[in-house]
């Protein structure tokens, strides 16, 4: 049995797209997830299994205990390009970061040596520089089925989405039309509100972005509607957990190059260095936040 954990993001997707085209399109176990969530979702995704085969991992930064637990599998390939030191110690468990890739679906193609013109989609996409027509649509789609389904629907999607991908006919997006239109119309009310729901604060040097939200959002729609000169771009999204516990995704961006892992790793998060996040299981305030921009920055 061959199962796969890739990122929810359209990079994971079309990492997973690649790795399905260098199989053929043979059917495998599928997991769509985070950096937070993985450890625990290998835990889950060993249950109840008398064999549990290969591992494939793409697009998710680790950390050890992560890795220990993937271990549990027969055989390991994790696949990622975000900013972490692997301690593969295991010689069933292959690691391959490459923290230069602009997108992990370019190291999973040089990895199994395909070509695919997935690969500059994907880098254009992950570096939030869209280019091309089909690049915006393909991360409007992953937007819209995240947006539109959750659970084992979400799941249900998301593999069909890197199924079609898979084949290159990228033709087999227009099915997926009304969901993006819909989608569409709440992402256009979004980037319309962005800059004026944004407060801009001075921390010594330097100007910082802060969008405070309860809903989920695609954290690039909010970034490319604010100024050149923002050095810090800071996302709040606060939500509740069926549980009825408070979380706050953080997301940190810059538009003047700053450094914005560290203030991530600040928070237990990680991901590259001009792009970050972390999940923290309690409400982060916006003083908070400045209180550590300020300490962290200065
Ligand atoms: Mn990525």
Known sequence: MITVMTHMDSDGLISLALFLKSIKGMKVRTYFTSPVQLRDMICKSIQHKKSLGELYIFDLAGENKAVYAAAIYDRVLWIDHHEWNPDGKFEHVEIVVDRKAKSAA???ANYFNISSPLVEL?????????????ADRIRLTV????YKYSGMELTRNLRELAYDLSTEELSRLDKYEEIVK??????DELKRTAKERT??????NLKVGVYETTESIPVYLVGNE?????DIIVILIHRITERGKSTTKLEFRTHTDKDVLKIAKFYGGGGHIRASGASVNEIVTVPEILKAIELLYS
């Open 226 to 230: 604010l100024d050149d000169d923002i």
């Open 182 to 187: 819909e989608y569409s119309s709440w992402v």
């Open 106 to 108: 370019s190291v999973v």
């Open 199 to 204: 407060k801009i604060y001075r921390i010594g």
């Open 122 to 134: 994907a880098n254009q996409i992950d570096t939030n520089d869209v280019k091309d027509e089909i």
């Open 143 to 146: 937007g819209a089925i995240r």
